[in-house]
T-cell receptor
Framework: AQSVTQPDIHITVSEGASLELRCNYS??????LFWYVQSPGQGLQLLLK??????LVQGIKGFEAEFKRSQSSFNLRKPSVHWSDAAEYFCVSNTDKLIFGTGTRLQVFP | DGGITQSPKYLFRKEGQNVTLSCEQN?????MYWYRQDPGQGLRLIYYSQIVNDFQKGDIAEGYSVSREKKESFPLTVTSAQKNPTAFYLC???????????FGQGTRLTVV
């Protein structure tokens, strides 16, 4: 069965620092992968998606993610974090149904 | 504007009462989903539907029921059999498998 793992429950970074949020998937074939962001008490917004092709995908708000089949990973990155990026981030696959990772809460210090 | 509408945003009910959460989409999506979100537990799938008049149980379906009589509507009923109904409920839809999902703004249900 497919699964998505986000090993980091909580990450704290300083504003302006770089960011990498980890995501590992488990699925035999090529998965369809997404990163979503959720602000407190709100719905989820799509940051970026990977279906096939280029392994480095660009998203909104300056985020990017790299698909690495050899490592079964789809890590989210941002070169310089802004205070407004503080939120919860979910890695998701949708191969036969939506499967969520447990989420990573990002805290940004000024 | 196209999107997913969940109503109401906040809902209060007494213990032992059934309550129905509304989810409507005008995106012409075939698939719809209901998730429950509790602090520190991420999103857990309650029910999903890939097509009208058909739906499947997710990981935590006990104490919940759904219907999919129309493509645009996927209401969720939280029954009195659900032992811990207080939570944030999110509805989503997608064109089908292998596509991104769009989410409503959620309904926060509090049972007292």
């Amino acid at each position: 069965a497919q699964s998505v793992t986000q090993p980091d429950i909580h990450i704290t970074v300083s504003e302006g620092a770089s960011l990498e949020l980890r995501c590992n998937y488990s699925y035999g074939a090529t998965p369809y992968l997404f990163w979503y962001v959720q602000s407190p008490g709100q719905g989820l917004q799509l940051l970026l998606k990977y279906f096939s092709g280029d392994t480095l995908v660009q998203g909104i708000k300056g985020f990017e993610a790299e698909f690495k089949r050899s490592q079964s990973s789809f890590n989210l990155r941002k070169p310089s974090v802004h205070w407004s990026d503080a939120a919860e981030y979910f890695c998701v696959s949708n191969t036969d149904k939506l499967i969520f990772g447990t989420g990573t809460r990002l805290q940004v210090f000024p | 504007d196209g999107g997913i509408t969940q109503s109401p945003k906040y809902l209060f009910r007494k213990e032992g009462q059934n309550v129905t959460l509304s989810c409507e989409q005008n995106l012409n999506h075939d698939a719809m989903y209901w998730y429950r979100q509790d602090p520190g537990q991420g999103l857990r799938l309650i029910y999903y539907s890939q097509i009208v008049n058909d739906f499947q149980k997710g990981d935590i379906a006990e104490g919940y029921s759904v219907s999919r009589e129309k493509k645009e509507s996927f209401p969720l009923t939280v029954t009195s059999a659900q032992k811990n109904p207080t939570a944030f409920y999110l509805c989503a839809s997608s064109i089908g498998w292998n596509t991104e999902a769009f989410f409503g703004q959620g309904t926060r249900l509090t049972v007292v």
